[in-house]
Nanobody, 115 residues
Framework: QLQLVESGGGLVQSGGSLRLTCLAS????????MGWFRQAPGKTRDLVAG???????NYADSVKGRFTISRDNAKNTVYLQMNSLKPEDTAVYYC?????????WGQGTQVTVSS
């Protein structure tokens, strides 16, 4: 079982940057596909960026060119670097880990972008 703890959220002005961090417990972190999702009030939880166990990445169209996902298996950590933030990026951001039928979520971290 994995436990995921996110950090790095906060309040930032439009055009600013934040880096989210997700620290995972467990010895098999490297075998999991990892992702960042976000959920704004009244909206569904949607994929922002994903990275496979082999390091292949994918992004939502709305964040391509602005966000970068990366992982450090030695540190059991996945990152989301967010640049050129917009007010519409405001949401709770969740870290996710998937492998086969296993699916784990963090508690979420709030990101608020002011205009």
């Amino acid at each position: 079982q994995l436990q995921l703890v996110e950090s790095g959220g906060g309040l930032v002005q439009s055009g600013g940057s934040l880096r989210l961090t997700c620290l995972a417990s467990g010895r098999t972190f490297s075998s999991y596909a990892m992702g960042w999702f976000r959920q704004a009030p009244g909206k569904t939880r949607d994929l922002v960026a994903g990275i496979s166990s082999g390091g292949i990445t994918n992004y939502a169209d709305s964040v391509k060119g602005r966000f970068t996902i990366s992982r450090d298996n030695a540190k059991n950590t996945v990152y989301l670097q967010m640049n050129s933030l917009k007010p519409e990026d405001t949401a709770v951001y969740y870290c996710n880990a998937r492998k086969g039928g296993l699916n784990y979520w963090g508690q979420g971290t709030q990101v608020t972008v002011s205009s």
